[in-house]
DNA sequence: TAGATGCTTCGATTACCATCGAACTATGAA
DNA sequence: TTCATAGTTCGATGGTAATCGAAGCATCTA
């Protein structure tokens, strides 16, 4: 019975759960690397590169290689569309069952993203520097200002030593479970590390939980309640 | 890795070919039953059963009970928003990947739907029958008018044999290829054996192929295109 | 040049799920 | 009641596709 425009493959290629992470990940609007990208659905590079040479031939998204790296972007407007109306309907459905494992609020509250900070705090942070005037974002991405150039030598991170590597500094990162952005790209790893090293927080084992201390979440909340 | 809404779950039951095709149907707008959508679907009615019971659990159809019947419906506007993006791709995604086998374009312009005719001349005869009025169609479905009845004496079709069935008579039935309305129901299940007795057409062996005789196409014409 | 990093291909394994036959329940018709 | 039809559940089977380790190619850096 296969007949008729394939909507079935179109959707079974969404229809994977590191695909669909990954698809997620892209939402942000900005171009991901193949392993990063891999990182975000939780696959090794392999896996990885299989699906995207699948969402490369069903044209959902689109390569554009620079250098050594391949940056993925969705393939069109149509692409994001569809991926938020399924996003809407998947969370009509997900009200409805409530499995909320004892994980779950944990994973909402602050996890790790790659290597960067996500959830509630995350994003709590992207603001909290946003309000601060040390980050501004606009179409093209994100940046650090002046004062937040100033900013970072004082908390204790070498800017020079990150720009040196090709990674950008600040990257913007859809956030699926408050829908908003936190902070990526090598500033904001670098401010995860810095958390870690301030003893502020610890990384959960086997895990991508955060877990701040009492005095940890304290300093967090001066840092981006300013 | 699973975090975050769903739409890996959401998109995997729309990834089936076989709910797929059931969904598709549905697209009509009208409830059909679980054998009505198993034979859309190609499949065996328990297989059927099976795929219908994870689309309740995910919420993309709601059954209604009538009788010894089970009723479908799309569950909501936004499932009917999902189908129509998807295929949107669908189509776009068909036509970078220009495989037309030679049955295609035949399968496009007539072919047989379950039991009745569609593709092009599907959807000719659909407004044809329009257009001269003798069936009309309104929210609630396609019905026969006066002139109709009369016709489908004159036509050879004893309609009292086929009411006696409790298939409805007249349905509409959404064509992928055209993206309009076919003429569905144990009418045009009637209306297509007729044009087989009258030899217009004969059915493609192993396939869903309707094939018109030069006459046939000839007689056909005449009688939509009044 | 050598070494490191990004990404891919290949091959083997595993796990899931669509499918259908058979048997069962429920509703309606005679 | 008895028979037919609509629909389901159960169990077994098969095929497909996701996954990863190992090895390869490509590109950049030193």
């Known amino acids: 019975m296969k007949e008729g425009p394939d909507i079935a493959r179109v959707a079974a290629l969404l229809g994977d759960p590191a695909r669909a992470n990954m698809l997620t990940a892209l939402m942000g609007g900005r171009a991901l690397t193949a392993t990063e990208l891999a990182q975000e659905a939780g696959v090794t590079p392999q896996t990885a590169s299989s699906h995207l040479a699948k969402l490369e031939a069903g044209m959902i998204v689109t ?10 972007t969705l393939s069109g407007p149509d692409i994001v569309e569809a991926l938020e109306v399924l996003m809407g309907i998947a969370n009509r459905v997900g009200h409805n069952r409530v499995r909320t494992g004892p994980k ?3 994973l ?3 996890r790790v993203c790659y290597d960067h900070l996500a959830g509630d705090m995350g994003v709590a942070l992207f603001e909290g520097l946003t309000k601060r005037n040390l980050i501004e974002s606009d179409l093209n991405g994100v940046a650090l200002t002046a004062a937040g150039i100033t900013f970072a030598g004082e908390f204790g991170i070498d800017l020079d030593a990150l720009r040196s590597k090709r990674r950008p500094l600040c990257r913007e990162c859809l956030d699926w479970s408050a829908r908003q952005s936190h902070l990526a790209g090598s500033f904001g790893a670098a401010l995860l590390d810095r958390f870690y090293d301030l003893g502020w927080a610890r990384r959960g084992v086997e895990s991508r939980i955060v877990r701040f201390s009492r ?3 304290r300093q967090f909340r001066d840092l981006v309640n300013f």
Not at 63 to 72: A, C, L
Request: charged share 45%; no cysteine; net charge positive.
């Open 63 to 72: 390569p554009r290689k620079q250098g050594r790296h391949r940056y993925f």
């Open 104 to 106: 779950d609020p944990e």
């Open 108 to 110: 909402r509250h602050a």
């Open 215 to 217: 005095e940890g979440e």
